[in-house]
């Protein structure tokens, strides 16, 4: 699985949007980008994940670069609640060694008033 | 939600004791996952079953045992507890259908050896 690097920490102020960015320079053409996040003392939380194109659902938007070496999180109106670690992961998803997924350090978004 | 249940949610044990922890998911899915999360070293597979009876070792799987006799059920057994185990295990479920299928997390066991 690709490796990716995420910044440690990022602030955003309520109701703006939080860009969070992620690069996987290494990404083969089979794997796909995830994003999880993980809110103090809870099991990680799915996202949103893609292949090529942009994706977005009720929760955030994922922007993958053409050349799919970085992708970028956008909550787009960022709450308190949303305060937790992000988590960018890149991974095969018919593997069939199925457990490798892992989670690095991620990036501690801070939502502030 | 993905009907994950972890139990028990908490424990306390001696070292040298054993100690299981279940999984237990009601969406019949075939794959499932025991991690453990520890400060510094973010969430590491234990080991993780692709169907009754079948599985495999993750990166981190000395000193655990899996099981799984049913599907809905995916037990972790640490057979002799060490303080080195003291840590927070989650088990996650594996969606099936479209491609990119993602995985799910439980809501964590807190393991404390004393």
């Known amino acids: 699985d690709a490796k990716t690097t995420q910044p440690p920490s990022m602030d955003c102020a309520e109701g703006r949007a939080a860009n969070l960015p992620c690069n996987h320079s290494?990404?083969?053409?089979?794997?796909?980008v995830y994003w999880y996040r993980q809110i103090h003392s809870q099991g990680p939380q799915y996202i949103i994940h893609?292949?090529?194109n942009n994706e977005t659902n009720e929760m955030a938007s994922l922007i993958i670069t053409e050349d799919r070496k970085s992708s970028t999180l956008i909550l787009p109106h960022a709450t308190l609640r949303d305060t937790a670690v992000y988590y960018c992961?890149?991974?095969?998803?018919?593997?069939?060694?199925?457990?490798?997924?892992?989670f690095g350090d991620g990036t501690t978004l801070t939502v502030k008033p | 939600d993905a009907g994950i249940t972890q139990s028990p949610r908490h424990k306390v044990t001696e070292t040298g004791t054993p100690v299981t922890l279940r999984c237990h998911q009601t969406?019949?899915?075939?794959?499932m996952y025991w991690y453990r999360q520890d400060p510094g070293h973010g969430l590491r597979l234990i080991h993780y079953s692709y169907g009754v009876k079948d599985t495999d070792k993750g990166e981190v799987s000395d000193g655990y045992s899996v099981s799984r006799s049913k599907t809905e059920d995916f037990l972790l057994t640490l057979e002799s507890a060490t303080s080195s185990q003291t840590s927070v295990y989650f088990c996650a479920i594996k969606g099936r259908g479209s491609p990119g299928e993602t995985q799910y997390f439980g809501p964590g066991t807190r393991l404390l050896v004393l």
């Open positions: 290494t990404i083969s053409g089979n794997e796909y």
């Open positions: 992961i890149v991974r095969v998803a018919w593997d069939t060694n199925a457990g490798k997924s892992t």
């Open positions: 969406e019949n899915h075939r794959y």
């Open positions: 893609g292949l090529k």
